[in-house]
């Protein structure tokens, strides 16, 4: 596994392998839910690679970036055991040189949920990711569907942008109580950490729910609000069912509809989602 950080030296090593070449970026504090990505990118491509790169641009200026974990040797034999070929660990100078001017903006999508509550969030993303796909030229690129607005906001990018990739998406890797496998989970007491599995109990809920017959995008929010309500260390950012292209609120009823969520427990804010109606973000896959 070759590791590098100056950006001519990542470019000299992605040159040097041959095939198809499935990227996965990350920003560490590897997880089983970032090594389902690298297993699936290495079942699915002849080389691999993967980033590690904290982005600041993406993080609020009271957000978590100092603290965000950094367990790079532990990453790195992660990867090497996991047979990833290349892995790239810049400094933020490298991805944003003195003097660096220009982002990605990803208009519409960007906006509601997270975009609400994290302004300038996605423009970071965007940006990085873009930066990302310049730099390694990668066949397919891996993201978790644990970040399903980041999914919807890149592959929005990767159209209006018309870089030739597939963008594949594999399913959140959960514990047994349900949480969300993240880097942010280090973050909770135990206290916190029993309150956590609220989230996904909250959307299991609502996807029963809707099994049973129910369409209307209110009571779906209000099955998921009332969950939540029942956890005192819960507090909610935001609650959605939304149409998972638009990512609109569903108003009225809805077949395919995204159930997504942030909540504070703490100082911790966790994410979750899942799709209905399609166990995938993108039926039929997101294509070059
Ligand atoms: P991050 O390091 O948090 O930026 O995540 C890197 C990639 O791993 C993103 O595409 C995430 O969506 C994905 N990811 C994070 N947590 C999970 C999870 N629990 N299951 C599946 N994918 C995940």
Redesign the pocket.
């Known amino acids: 596994m070759q590791v590098v950080c100056a950006l001519p030296d990542l470019r000299a090593a992605r040159t040097s392998l041959r095939g198809t070449f499935g990227l996965v970026?990350?920003?560490?504090?590897l997880?089983a839910?970032?090594m389902?990505?690298v297993a699936r990118a290495r079942a699915e491509n002849d080389c691999v690679g993967a980033s590690i790169f904290v982005n600041p641009t993406q993080f609020g200026p009271t957000e978590d970036l100092s603290k965000y974990p950094r367990p790079l040797d532990r990453d790195l034999a992660l990867l090497e055991e996991a047979g990833v070929d290349l892995v790239w660990t810049p400094a933020p100078a490298q991805v944003y040189p003195p003097g660096f001017q220009t982002w990605v903006e990803v208009s519409e999508v960007s906006r509601p949920l997270e975009g609400t509550h994290r302004p300038g969030h996605f423009r970071g993303v965007a940006t990085v990711v873009a930066k990302l796909f310049n730099a390694f030229t990668p066949d397919r690129a891996y993201?978790?569907?644990?970040?399903a607005q980041?999914v919807i906001v890149l592959a929005q990018m990767r159209r209006d942008l018309g870089f030739p990739l597939q963008m594949v998406v594999?399913?959140?890797?959960?514990e047994e109580d349900g949480l969300?496998?993240?880097?942010r989970n280090v973050y909770l007491d135990p206290q916190q950490r029993a309150a956590a599995p609220v989230l996904y109990r909250a959307l299991s809920a609502a996807r029963m729910a809707y099994h049973a017959g129910e369409r209307r995008g209110d009571q779906l929010r209000a099955i998921m609000r009332e969950m939540l309500a029942a956890e005192p260390l819960a507090k909610v950012d935001y609650i959605s069912a939304a149409d998972p292209e638009t990512l609109h609120e569903v108003e009225t009823t809805a077949d395919r509809i995204l159930l997504s969520m942030a909540v504070r427990i703490g100082q911790t804010r966790l994410i979750d989602n899942v799709v209905l109606g399609e166990s995938d973000l993108f039926p039929g896959e997101d294509q070059a």
């Open positions: 970026p990350t920003m560490g504090a997880h839910g970032h389902a990505l993201f978790g569907q644990k970040d980041q594999s399913p959140t890797v959960r969300a496998l993240s880097s």
